[in-house]
């Protein structure tokens, strides 16, 4: 049975109510309108959501996991940042400043993806520890960050680089500052 919308002319499925666009928006027919209280799957509440349904130990589980794995995306960085921070172009030390747009980009996307400013904290801390390590003299006296421009720019500006990502990172709130009941 084929219906029309009145005064549009729109016969069959397009023609009932709550079917429009393909983005589900009046944008055409086609596809039916979200429920009214449908909630996209990267909102907070979903989230919480997600977490809550794997109760228990598990949920431990896979957020020290996500948190380790995390602390070594930050060594990663350090170590490959080590040993590649020092290519210049005439006197600019062209790699350094890359680095310090990436480290502060990977930690600030790693708290937004996590919902807090921990997940900004992990990569960074990783980072940190890494990139300290390479810069202090070995027992052969070898270090990959030396003490030149370059060296500089790496290794201090990314230490604010990743103290900002982790200041900008925005919070779900302090539990200092929560409120709990009525009182």
Not at 150 to 172: E, H, I, K, N, W
């Amino acid at each position: 049975m084929t219906e029309e919308a009145p005064g549009h002319g729109i016969t069959g499925d397009a023609a009932r109510p709550g079917f429009s666009g393909p983005a589900g928006d009046g944008a055409g027919p086609g596809f039916p309108d979200p429920a009214p209280d449908a909630v996209a799957p990267w909102a907070p509440s979903g989230r919480e959501e997600a977490a809550d349904s794997l109760g228990g130990p598990l949920a431990g589980a896979v957020t020290g996991a996500t948190y380790g794995v995390l602390f070594l995306l930050g060594v990663v960085l350090g170590v490959v940042g080590g040993f590649e921070h020092s290519w210049y172009a005439g006197d600019l030390p062209v790699a350094a400043v890359g680095w310090l747009v990436i480290l502060f980009a990977v930690p600030y996307a790693m708290g937004r993806l996590t919902g807090g400013k921990l997940g900004a904290l992990v990569p960074a801390a990783g980072w940190l520890v890494s990139s300290f390590v390479l810069a202090t003299p070995q027992a052969a006296g070898d270090l990959a960050i030396a003490g030149d421009p370059s060296g500089f720019c790496y290794l201090y500006g990314g230490a604010v680089a990743v103290a900002l990502a982790v200041v900008a990172t925005r919070s779900a709130g302090s539990w200092l500052l929560r409120r709990y009941g009525n009182a």
